[in-house]
């Protein structure tokens, strides 16, 4: 029988599913002797905490890669998904038509007025200063950031109303949802390229963030799979009412526990069946219905209530699917088991990718790029820097507030990196890495919030890094 093969590797780049041999003496931990499969992140952190610099492992008996080693940028090609320049996926479901002809974006020319060829134009305005350049640059990206807030304040103060009248008035809740729903899939088809905008923590009301969060990320990847405004607004509706059945639940088990006794885990999952008899009462659509029905549910056949597997779960609740995972990794229940964006994102197609749709996960990576919105960087210049907003067109060059101690947090503008080709990427950290000063200035976020917000293709263009 061939030796299995045998490679010393740093323990900072273990992950789980990796096979590894080892020789502990000390009584004091609860790992196999010998080689085993890493098969928990407790396993995982009493191997980093055992005080081993590097290990040996078997390529060929580990269910996956090593994490890439520091300072080397992780890259989703690398790791199987589709280059950003490849053709967008097809549409999740056959029948969902392609984006019609002629949208804003689409590189038909625009006819421009020549000012100058008119004898009553006014006189080009004077150049400004570099000063009132940046004075103004500032007043635009506040005014975005203040436009952005106080619409996802008021659609959260709308969902509060829907939540509270769904019991006892489900005709009127369902027409002002449609109406909200309504509204946010025609601001994002007005807007040609479409920007994912973090929020500060101040917008809104914490209780709605998760069903606000799926419910704009939803929307935004089904315009990533050219789903049409009538399939977006179903799709936007069950995201946005998908654990409406919770309204059912004492308020201790609104969130998922995986440590919680048998009988209150149980109790939990019956929100998807709750929330399709309260939404039958609203008088919601079959297909909305089904994303409340399925949004548990997983291709692999690992989901809730029914476990239904691939083809079997209805294209708009394999888009919820995916999207409520991923948020309910970065914003559980209990603040301190979130995880940051970009390791939200990471695990999911390293550790998860066979629960959801391949086409769905393609697109949705496609969409967020590899550092999503709220991701805490250190960029090739050594500076630490947040993700505030990403277009979702081209999600590989973000919008980023760079630590710049000299100037005043409130006074920074946000970098397009795709105007500023020096500035690169190193790594994405975890904000307790950063230095405090540092984190005070970048303000983390706590929990992720995110709304729709029209690119901003030439901000920052004319800032000096």
Not at 224 to 249: P, Y
Not at 315 to 329: G, K, T
Not at 348 to 371: C, E, K, N, P, S
Not at 380 to 395: C, G, H, K, L, Y
Request: proline content about 8%; some cysteine.
């Amino acid at each position: 029988m061939a030796e299995t093969t045998l490679e010393l590797i740093d323990v900072s780049r273990l992950r789980v599913g990796m096979y590894v041999q080892v020789d502990l003496h000390d009584a004091s931990h609860s790992l196999p002797t010998g080689g085993f499969l890493i098969t928990s992140d407790a396993q995982l952190a009493q191997l980093r905490a055992s005080g081993l610099k590097r290990v040996r492992y078997s390529p060929k008996q580990s269910q996956v890669a090593p994490l890439p080693e520091q300072g080397v940028v992780p890259t989703w090609s690398a790791l199987g998904v589709p280059r950003f320049d490849d053709p967008p996926p097809d549409p999740v479901a056959p029948d969902a038509p392609a984006a019609e002809e002629g949208n804003a974006g689409d590189g038909a020319a625009t006819p421009v007025d020549d000012a100058s060829a008119s004898p009553n134009a006014p006189a080009p305005e004077p150049l400004r200063s570099p000063a009132a350049q940046r004075r103004a640059l500032l007043a635009d990206q506040q005014a975005s950031l203040d436009r952005c807030e106080h619409q996802f304040s008021e659609a959260t103060r709308q969902l509060r109303g829907v939540l509270q009248n769904a019991k006892s008035n489900p005709g009127q809740a369902r027409e002002v949802a449609q109406a909200q729903v309504d509204a946010m899939v025609g601001q994002v088809a007005g807007m040609g390229e479409v920007a994912i905008r973090l929020l500060s923590e101040k917008a809104g009301q914490e209780t709605t963030f998760h069903a606000m969060n799926v419910s704009v990320l939803s929307i935004l990847l089904g315009r990533a799979l050219r789903f049409d405004d009538a399939r977006l607004a179903s799709l936007g509706m069950g995201a946005l009412l998908h654990d409406i059945g919770k309204l059912e639940l004492p308020d201790r088990l609104r969130w998922r526990d995986d440590h919680a006794p048998a009988v209150e885990r149980r109790l939990f999952q019956g929100h998807a069946a709750q929330g399709m008899t309260l939404g039958k009462k609203m008088g919601l659509p079959a297909d909305v219905l089904d994303v409340i029905a399925q949004h548990h549910e997983y291709a692999d056949g690992s989901g809730y209530p029914s476990g239904l597997k691939g083809e079997q779960i209805k294209p708009l609740a394999r888009v919820v699917a995916l999207v409520n995972q991923y948020d309910n990794l970065c914003n559980p229940g209990n603040p301190a088991q979130s995880l940051t964006p970009h390791d939200a994102l990471a695990l999911i197609f390293a550790r998860q990718r066979d629960a959801f749709d391949a086409t769905v996960l393609a697109a949705f990576i496609r969409m967020m790029g590899v550092y999503p919105p709220g991701s805490v960087l250190q960029l090739n210049d050594e500076r630490f820097a947040i993700v505030v907003s990403v277009n979702s067109d081209r999600p590989l060059k973000p919008r980023i507030l760079i630590h710049e101690p000299e100037v005043p947090s409130d006074e920074a503008l946000v970098f397009d990196l795709e105007h500023h080709p020096e500035l690169g990427i190193q790594r994405a950290i975890k904000p307790g890495q950063l230095p405090r000063a540092v984190f005070d200035y970048l303000s983390p976020r706590k929990r992720m919030c995110y709304f729709f917000e029209r690119s901003m293709a030439t901000a920052g263009r004319d800032a000096s890094p």
